[in-house]
């Protein structure tokens, strides 16, 4: 790491530290259970979001360089390997990447910031992708 990148704001402290992270969280899982568009997304969840709204919004304050929530409850996130229960193609990965557009659209992120954020969060999603189409 440069001394530059040690000086450059995270991501997480851009965003607005926790507070925009749950805000993020909650709207995103909420136009999940909303939107027709994301239904195939929503059946793979569990009939009530709590529990993944809270798994989410712990993991992101972390791979967004803020405090790692998720770590210090669940140790290594071994994300792909957790996803291996669900079957995801493109279908999925483009529901959750469009859902997660939408969020950041509705909640009027800075669009450089949303713009950076939506390529991290793809490159994320399609690492997942564990069955063809
Ligand atoms: C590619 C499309 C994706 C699909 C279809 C998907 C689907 C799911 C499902 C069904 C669960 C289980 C929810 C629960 O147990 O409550 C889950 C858990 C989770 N997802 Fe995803 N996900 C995707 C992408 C992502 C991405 C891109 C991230 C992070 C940036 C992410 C982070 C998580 C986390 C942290 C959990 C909780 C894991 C655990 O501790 O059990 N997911 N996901």
Redesign the pocket.
Known sequence: MSAEDAQAPSAFALIGGERAVRELVDRFYDLMDLEPDYAG?RA???P??????D??Y???CG?LGGPQH?IER?GH?R?RA??L????GIA??????MC?HQAMRELSMDESLADRLAA???N??????NKGG
Do not use: C, N, V
Not at 85 to 88: L, Y
């Open positions: 997304l793979l969840h569990p009530t979001l709590d529990g993944s709204r798994k989410l712990w993991y992101l791979w998720y669940f996130p994300l957790r996803h229960p669900f079957a995801i999925e990965r483009d529901q959750w990447i997660m991290a969060f793809f994320t999603a399609d690492w997942m992708r």
